[in-house]
Structure formats: structure tokens, C-alpha cells
């Protein structure tokens, strides 16, 4: 019994120390002391439980966080996600706004979000696909792990055959909204400087890779709200497995 509280007390210094230069919070404290003293989590709950358990969370989670990303706005009003012009070719905004082209930049970064929001319409069939070939011992580990388990383990499992699938769409969506139409003048007005460093970003690469980073936080923001709010927990099954 002395081990057991000495460890416990280790665990609570620990957690502390970790927030000594952040606004202690209780609550987390709580939740970190729990995930620690509560190894088993899912103990008692069938195989079957918590595979579906784990699939009818990162179901949910994806069609909301698509949703999400594919309104009008979702990106570019999102200031957490929204695509900012090509950090690589910053020289090139700050050329163009400098010769009264502010405009046109603004209508650029406008497009490339809109092409993010466009192509996101599909990504929900193609993050729950992706789920369905998770095993036991995959949704045993999410479901004891941090609160972004499962955004890590579909962001590890999943990113290459998504971008794979997501480059044909974003480049679709660059046509449809004409993104080039808006980019061509800014950085034809910036290579037109002798000395400028000339660049030329692959678009359709920067806009593949910020919308999944977009589409991934958004998932991960459903996976903690799923994992902490009975609110969100709105099957018997999700009750069942993060109620437990």
C-alpha cells in the first residue's frame, strides 16, 4: 500500500512539474491521474464493443469534420486552418502588395481555400474507409490512449493513400475555382525583379497539405469531444465505450 501512494504522490509531482508554466488546472489533473491509475480502460467490454465503439467514433468524427471543412467558410473564417499564401513565396506577396496588388493576393488566398473547402466534401468516405480495416489491438490502443489517438493513428496509417486520393481532387478544385487565374499575374509581377529569388511553390502539394492538416485538427477536435462530452456520445455504443 506505501508503494502504491508513493507512486501515486510521483504521478501527481509529475503531472505538476509538467504545468508549472501553465494555469494549473484541476480538471486536467483529474483527467491525467485517472489515465494513469486507470490502465485497464475497457476492461470488461467485449471485443466486438470496442472495435465498433472506436468505428462509430471516427465515423461520426469524420462526416462531422467534414462537414466542417467543406462549408462556404470553413477554411478561410477558420483562423486555426484557413491556407495563408505559400510561406516560400512570402517575397512575392509582399512584392505584389507593395505595387498596389493587394487585391489580387487577398482573391488568391480567398481561392485556395475555396479549393480546400471544395475538395473536403469527399473526405469523409475516404477517412471512414479507411477505418474499416482497424483491428482489435489498434482500437484497444486508441481507446486507451491520449484524446487524439485515433486522429494519430489515422493520420499515421492513412496520409499517404489520402493525399493520394485527395491530389486529383484539389487539382480539380484549383481549375474550378480558378486559382491560377490568381496566382500567375502576382508571381509573373514578382519574377519580373532581376534580383528576386525566383519560386514557384507546387500548389497543388502546399493546398493537398494544409487541407489535410486542416481536416485532421477538425477530426481531432470531434475525437475530444466524443471522448469527454456525454453530449457527443449520442449512440449507445459510444456511451457504452467512452462512458465507461
Known sequence: MIKKINNFILVLLLIVSGNSFAQFDLNNLKKDVNNVTNPNKGAGLSNDDIVHGLKDALTIGSNNSSSKAAQIDGYFKNPIIKIPFPPDAVKVENTCRSVGMGDQVDKFVLSMNRAAEDAATSSAKIFVDAVLNMSFSDALGILRGPNDAA????????????KAKFKPIIQASIDKVDVMKYWKPLINTYNKDPFAKKVNPDLNEYICQKALDGLFYLLSQEELKIRTDPIAQVTDILKKVFGS
Open 151 to 162: 486522429t494519430s493513428y489515422l493520420r499515421k496509417t492513412t496520409s499517404d493513400a489520402l
